[in-house]
């Protein structure tokens, strides 16, 4: 079981170790972790079993920490972050290189929010790292706005839920992005839409007809720049010799150059954390191609595989 506190002391020290702690929010209680620790952020994922990377918002103390993090940031969103923040909204933005894409899943855009809890801000403006924080319960159960609700989801996967009693709002924050015209809202939630017709921009919902799509299944069009083929890596390699190749493993070592060898040590945590940076690099490496074997169909193996599977998919539109 978690320890159930209000030391904010302690819970900036397990964070700064890489461990993760439930933290509460005027929404709902997230699952945090050191953003800047892709182990930790992996551990996350791990802990939710989601079945694959979804991307994570970025929680940070202050308004103008969003430079560190954003690009290009349009006018109408600094003005809502000045209006919201701290508030139940985030903000979908462009990301800078220092984001991990293991938080965006590989997408380009990062999602920044500043929450309303008075222990969770004291605990950001305490740490020199933003949190990840999806909410803190298992994949595909209700969000917990108490702390006895994470307790029973995950609490004997973690150290320590940070006390702040019930949440206020209840709901997940909204999530707003800008298109260049209009603002479009990515996901209904804890500020309600009325209240930003205000400022200026029409508003839309994503995922209606000829809409926007929804953030969630737009991570399925992150087309990698080169094809992914997935299988048997001795037979991929047979198969595609004399072409200029980059090879992605668990374990073992297959190839002298353009590979990434995720974990030597045979850990899943530590594949996770190295698996889209690696991505990044081989598709920049002048490879062709990129061959990869098929990671264990067991814990966060299980997301791998899918993150790979899809990448693959993609692969058959090159005709490779
Ligand atoms: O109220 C909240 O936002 C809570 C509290 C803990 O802050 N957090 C939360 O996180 O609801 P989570 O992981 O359960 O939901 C985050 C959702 C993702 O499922 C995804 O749809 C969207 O936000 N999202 C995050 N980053 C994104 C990105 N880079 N691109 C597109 N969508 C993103
Ligand atoms: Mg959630």
């Known amino acids: 079981m978690a320890l159930v506190s209000r030391d904010i002391e302690a819970a900036a020290r397990l964070l700064r170790a890489g461990e993760c702690v439930a933290i509460p929010t005027e929404t709902v209680y997230g699952l945090a972790a050191n953003a800047n620790m892709p182990e930790a952020v992996a551990r996350v994922y791990e802990i939710k079993e989601r079945p694959r990377f979804n991307p994570l918002i970025l929680h940070i103390a202050a308004i103008d920490r969003m430079e560190t993090h954003a690009a290009n940031i349009p006018d109408v969103i ?10 139940p909204i985030s903000f979908l933005l462009n990301r800078k290189d220092s984001v991990d894409p293991l938080i965006t899943a590989g997408s380009n855009q990062v999602v920044l929010r500043m929450p309303d809890q008075p222990l969770t801000l004291e605990l950001l403006s305490m740490l020199d790292f933003p949190l990840v924080a999806p909410s803190a319960n298992r994949y595909m159960s209700v969000s917990p706005s108490k702390p006895e609700h994470v307790q029973e989801q995950i609490g004997e996967r973690i150290p320590l839920i940070l006390d702040g009693g019930a949440c206020r709002v209840g709901l997940e924050s909204t999530i707003v992005g800008f298109d260049g015209e209009r603002l479009v809202v990515y996901r209904k939630g804890g500020l309600a839409m009325e209240e930003l017709a205000g400022f200026g921009p029409e508003v839309v919902l994503a995922g209606n007809k000829g809409g926007p799509v929804t953030p969630g299944s737009a991570s399925r069009h992150y087309a990698p720049r080169i094809p992914l083929l997935l299988g048997n890596l001795p ?10 190749i980059a090879v992605l493993s668990f374990r073992h070592s297959h190839h002298p150059e353009r590979e990434k060898v995720l974990s030597a040590e045979g850990k899943l945590t530590t594949a996770a954390a190295g698996l889209f940076s690696a991505l990044y690099e081989l598709q920049h490496s002048g490879a062709e191609l990129i061959l990869s074997e098929r990671f264990p169909d067991e814990g966060l193996g299980r997301a791998i595989n899918d993150r790979l599977e899809r990448a693959s998919e993609q692969a058959e539109h090159f005709g490779g």
């Open 78 to 87: 600094r003005e809502m972050a000045a209006a919201f923040w701290p508030g």
């Open 235 to 244: 037979e991929l390699m047979e198969q595609h010799a004399g072409r200029k």
